[in-house]
């Protein structure tokens, strides 16, 4: 099973900050991670896959780099709605389908 | 538009079992895998299971191999996942979302339901 773990945990910011958020997977899953929003008592929201590809109607700010094991999601200026738990998950070898366990932007 | 919507949650005692669905439209169903995801309190996102367009390919996390059936009838444009055996462990918000490409094995997902959740206690 592939782990993926995300740091922060707890991300405290100010609007107009710029936000950098780390998953890290156990093993390479080449550029296969996709990136969720999620806010509560919403359905999460597909923000990135293919690591740096956008999906679609999501705003300039939200960018992904990295590949292999290393990932980062950057929010280049934080609006008051960016505030919410955002995740990764990979797809390169699945079963299980795996998900880090979050970091949640607060505001400070 | 695409739309997800679960229904089937509820409370449930300890070994119960409870039938989740996922009514979808606005999409060709038979044509996207779909997957079950979940949410305990407190806690982050975690796979449950997932299926082929055709139902010909399921697979499940270790958690509830056995215990849980992912299902799905095409003709009804409904998800289904039977859960049976039903622990503490097992309280979450149970949400459903499609891949958004015509591909199997699946890989992220762009739609999913507001969910529905599951308590399970005495």
């Known amino acids: 099973e592939i782990v993926m773990t995300q740091s922060p945990a707890t991300l405290s910011m100010s609007p107009g900050e710029r936000a950098t958020l780390s998953c890290r997977a156990s093993?390479?899953?080449?550029?296969?991670l996709a990136w969720y929003q999620h806010k509560p008592g919403q359905a999460p929201r597909l923000l990135i896959y293919?690591?740096?590809t956008r999906a679609t109607g999501i705003p300039a700010r939200f960018s992904g780099s990295g590949s292999g094991t290393e990932f980062t999601l950057t929010i280049s200026s934080l609006q008051s709605e960016d505030f919410a738990v955002y995740y990764c998950q990979q797809y390169n070898n699945w079963p299980p389908l795996t998900f880090g366990g979050g970091t949640k932007v607060e505001s400070k | 538009e695409v739309q997800l919507v679960e229904s089937g949650g509820g409370l449930v005692q300890p070994g119960g079992s409870l039938r989740l669905s996922c009514a979808g439209s606005?999409?060709?169903?038979?044509?996207?895998?779909m997957i079950w995801v979940r949410q305990a309190p407190g806690k982050g996102l975690e796979w449950v299971s997932a299926?082929?367009?055709?139902?010909?390919?399921?697979y499940y996390a270790d958690s509830v191999k056995g215990r849980f059936t992912i299902s799905r009838d095409n003709s009804k444009n409904t998800l289904f996942l039977q859960m049976n055996s039903l622990n503490a462990e097992d309280t979450a918000v149970y949400y459903c979302a499609k891949d958004p490409k015509r591909s199997w094995p699946a890989e992220y997902f762009q739609h999913w339901g507001l969910g529905t959740p599951v308590t399970v206690s005495p």
């Open positions: 299926i082929s367009g055709s139902a010909g390919s399921t």
């Open positions: 093993q390479n899953v080449n550029s296969n």
């Open positions: 606005g999409f060709s169903f038979s044509s996207y895998a």
């Open positions: 293919g690591a740096s």
